[in-house]
Nanobody
Framework: QVQLVESGGGLVQAGGSLRLSCSGSGRTFIRYAMGWFRQAPGEEREFVAKVTWTGGITYRANYADSVKGRFTISRDNTKNTVYLQMNSLKPEDTAVYYC?????????????WGQGTQVTVSS
């Protein structure tokens, strides 16, 4: 049974930073694509970033245009953990952030999801 648990959310002022963590258990995630998504009140869930295994020890990161240059996704396979470093936060980044895993590696079908962590950015 795959479980994903997010942490690191909270309240921060605009311009500040937060680092989210997603700890996985139940499988080895080395070849999984791992992603972050978010959902603001009244909005649909949207893609934020993902990191995809491309072979050997290399990975590719992709970002939504709205977070490029501000957010960085990374992973530590020894800890089965994925991170989302968020800098220069804006009020529009306020949302529940979800971690997700794609076991196929690059199918964009994220089969497993965490419970979410709230990020609130005040102006």
């Amino acid at each position: 049974q795959v479980q994903l648990v997010e942490s690191g959310g909270g309240l921060v002022q605009a311009g500040g930073s937060l680092r989210l963590s997603c700890s996985g258990s139940g499988r080895t995630f080395i070849r999984y694509a791992m992603g972050w998504f978010r959902q603001a009140p009244g909005e649909e869930r949207e893609f934020v970033a993902k990191v995809t295994w491309t072979g050997g020890i290399t990975y590719r990161a992709n970002y939504a245009d709205s977070v490029k240059g501000r957010f960085t996704i990374s992973r530590d396979n020894t800890k089965n953990t994925v991170y989302l470093q968020m800098n220069s936060l804006k009020p529009e980044d306020t949302a529940v952030y979800y971690c997700a895993a794609d076991p196929q590696g690059d199918s964009d079908y994220f089969e497993y999801w965490g419970q979410g962590t709230q990020v609130t950015v005040s102006s």
